[in-house]
């Protein structure tokens, strides 16, 4: 029957998206015709035409190929903050670029090229209980991986820079794919030169963890974060696990320098002083 067929309200609210996004008319949930646009690859150079489509951003997972460090994204985040503002505000005007994932896993069904941030804002939204719940998204399944990582670059460097760190830890997961590739052939993928290739490996090491110990990472430059490292090898593990044990119950820095300050001054805090063992002598009638 005719109520049979008509959609629940429930599955109205659902992820809006068509089988075939360039044949089919793709009409929406309110009666309209799908937008479109056309996107013009950077490195294939085909122009591929691309649906508007709105999906639950827990659907979504960020493409490797995007140096964003997903991981690093919090609610303290000043840039995280002004977007939130920004998208309650008015509304998620820019949509994201995602493609179908080759290998689904569970309910993750999109790769998300860019607008990770964006992605991780709505998805904040919705666990509010604010807004649609869903996320705007121009999709396409014919975009390739070379396209997919200059897209992404080009709006990362459109929109918010990615931190040093970041790229950091993308320069040392292509040297890690291929461990025989030398400073040379890596600088010239990334458009660098060598020397600032290999200080982009060097701040790769510094940890996860004390990168979030910065308000963003943004705040923390290549200078800055390798002098972090520095100053953090100078302290041993045992002082490394307090210090981060002392950060844990403070507010964020406010960047780089200010953590840089903080470590260096405990790795010139003294150190207390160990009581000496007290020897005893014992006489033949154990006195």
Same mark, same amino acid.
């Given at each position: 029957?005719?109520?049979?067929?008509a959609p629940s309200t429930a599955e109205?609210?659902?992820?809006?998206?068509?089988?075939?996004?360039? &044949?089919?008319?793709?009409?929406?949930?309110?009666?309209?015709?799908?937008?479109?646009?056309?996107?013009?690859?950077?490195?294939?150079? &085909?122009?591929?035409?691309?649906?508007?489509?709105?999906?639950?951003?827990?659907?979504?997972?960020?493409?490797?190929? &995007?140096?964003?460090?997903?991981?690093?994204?919090?609610?303290?985040?000043?840039?995280?903050?002004?977007?939130?503002?920004?998208?309650?505000?008015?509304?998620?005007?820019?949509?994201?670029?995602?493609?179908?994932?080759? $290998?689904?896993?569970?309910?993750?069904?999109?790769?998300?090229?860019?607008?990770?941030?964006?992605?991780?804002?709505?998805?904040?939204?919705?666990?509010?209980?604010? @807004?649609?719940?869903?996320?705007?998204?121009?999709?396409?399944?014919?975009?390739?991986? /070379?396209?997919? $990582?200059?897209?992404?670059?080009?709006? &990362?460097?459109?929109?918010?820079?990615?931190?040093?760190?970041?790229?950091?830890?993308?320069?040392?997961?292509?040297?890690?794919? $291929?461990?025989?590739?030398?400073?040379?052939?890596?600088?010239?993928?990334?458009?660098?030169?060598?020397?600032? /290739?290999?200080?982009?490996?060097?701040?790769?090491?510094?940890?996860?963890?004390?990168?979030?110990?910065?308000?963003?990472?943004?705040?923390?430059?290549?200078?800055?974060?390798?002098?972090?490292?520095?100053?953090?090898?100078?302290?041993?593990?045992?002082?490394?696990?307090?210090?981060?044990?002392? +950060?844990?119950?403070?507010?964020? +820095?406010?960047?780089?320098?200010?953590?840089?300050?903080?470590?260096?001054?405990?790795?010139?805090?003294? $150190?207390?002083?160990?009581?000496?063992?007290?020897?005893?002598?014992?006489?033949?009638? @154990?006195?």
């Open positions: 029957t005719a109520a049979e067929k109205a609210a659902t992820e809006k998206r068509v089988a075939s996004p360039i &044949n089919s008319p793709a009409i929406t949930a309110r009666g309209k015709r799908q937008q479109r646009m056309y996107l013009e690859l950077p490195v294939s150079k &085909n122009t591929v035409e691309c649906d508007l489509i709105e999906v639950n951003p827990r659907h979504c997972v960020a493409s490797p190929l &995007n140096k964003r460090v997903q991981s690093l994204l919090s609610p303290e985040d000043v840039a995280v903050q002004q977007l939130l503002a920004a998208i309650r505000d008015e509304g998620q005007r820019d949509p994201v670029l995602v493609r179908e994932l080759q $290998k689904p896993q569970g309910d993750k069904r999109y790769e998300g090229i860019y607008g990770t941030r964006r992605r991780y804002v709505a998805q904040l939204l919705a666990e509010a209980g604010e @807004g649609s719940g869903l996320l705007k998204a121009w999709y396409s399944d014919q975009i390739t991986d /070379a396209d997919a $990582k200059r897209l992404a670059d080009s709006e &990362n460097d459109d929109r918010q820079d990615i931190s040093s760190w970041e790229r950091a830890v993308y320069f040392a997961q292509l040297r890690a794919g $291929k461990p025989d590739m030398t400073l040379e052939v890596l600088a010239g993928i990334e458009g660098a030169d060598r020397t600032l /290739a290999g200080k982009y490996l060097k701040l790769a090491e510094l940890p996860e963890e004390i990168v979030k110990q910065v308000a963003s990472p943004t705040r923390i430059s290549l200078r800055a974060g390798l002098d972090i490292q520095k100053a953090l090898s100078a302290l041993g593990p045992s002082a490394r696990k307090q210090l981060l044990k002392e +950060f844990a119950g403070q507010t964020r +820095f406010e960047d780089g320098a200010a953590l840089l300050k903080a470590l260096r001054t405990a790795a010139t805090k003294p $150190k207390p002083a160990v009581a000496a063992k007290r020897r005893e002598l014992v006489d033949g009638h @154990g006195r």
